[in-house]
T-cell receptor, first 119, second 110 residues
Framework: DGGITQSPKYLFRKEGQNVTLSCEQN?????MYWYRQDPGQGLRLIYY???????QKGDIAEGYSVSREKKESFPLTVTSAQKNPTAFYLCASSIDGGTSGDRAKNIQYFGAGTRLSVL | GQQLNQSPQSMFIQEGEDVSMNCTSSSIFNTWLWYKQDPGEGPVLLIA?????ELTSNGRLTAQFGITRKDSFLNISASIPSDVGIYFCAGQGYGNKLVFGAGTILRVKS
């Protein structure tokens, strides 16, 4: 099955701990994204990557870090510097990151999310 | 970051009713997207709009890209119980970044 897989579904973080959320896609998409969702708010962009070995900060990158060593994987680390990490985290991917000019290739498709809570 | 104004914030539906929701922005977008999210899941794409004035249907769903390129609406006709969920609009300018509305929560009248 082609798709975007996020794991784990639920994650708990202790005080001062870094945790890593996994996102894997087998769609052969170049671009991948991480969003944070809080109740009653739209999705907010944390980081995005248009191509392997490259990533850019989104609107709320502080306290988070990412890597993009493989095309199919874009893990997100929530560091201890993120003081309010409790949220629903969504990973998305698109065929390309806006480089082709074909807007249909920019459509973002989402994984099922990871809910992070603080112990 | 920028957000879209999506309304209504929530609404109750009775089976068989038609539903309307809309998004407005102070900025122009080149693409409008509508997603639906079920509880505990990721958003699923419903409709993509690429041209000002475009009207597109997907089953009982119809969406339009506003002429000014600053708004879009989504209609659901003859609603059914499985229509409940959160509906998000998203606008895309040049490049790949999306701006999301805060969502419209659809609930069932009891």
């Amino acid at each position: 099955d082609g798709g975007i897989t996020q794991s784990p579904k639920y994650l708990f973080r202790k005080e001062g701990q870094n945790v890593t959320l996994s996102c894997e896609q087998n769609l052969n998409h170049d671009a991948m994204y991480w969003y944070r969702q809080d109740p009653g708010q739209g999705l907010r962009l944390i980081y995005y990557s248009q191509i392997v070995n490259d990533f850019q900060k989104g609107d709320i990158a502080e306290g988070y870090s990412v890597s993009r060593e493989k095309k199919e994987s874009f893990p997100l680390t929530v560091t201890s510097a993120q003081k309010n990490p409790t949220a629903f985290y969504l990973c998305a991917s698109s065929i390309d990151g806006g480089t082709s000019g074909d807007r249909a290739k920019n459509i973002q498709y989402f994984g099922a999310g990871t809910r992070l809570s603080v112990l | 970051g920028q957000q879209l104004n999506q309304s209504p914030q929530s609404m109750f539906i009775q089976e068989g009713e038609d539903v309307s929701m809309n998004c407005t922005s102070s900025s122009i977008f080149n693409t409008w997207l509508w997603y639906k999210q079920d509880p505990g899941e990721g958003p699923v794409l419903l409709i993509a709009l690429y041209k000002a004035g475009e009207l597109t249907s997907n089953g009982r769903l119809t969406a339009q890209f506003g002429i000014t390129r600053k708004d879009s609406f989504l209609n659901i006709s003859a609603s059914i119980p499985s229509d409940v969920g959160i509906y998000f609009c998203a606008g895309q300018g040049y490049g790949n970044k999306l701006v999301f509305g805060a969502g419209t929560i659809l609930r069932v009248k009891s």
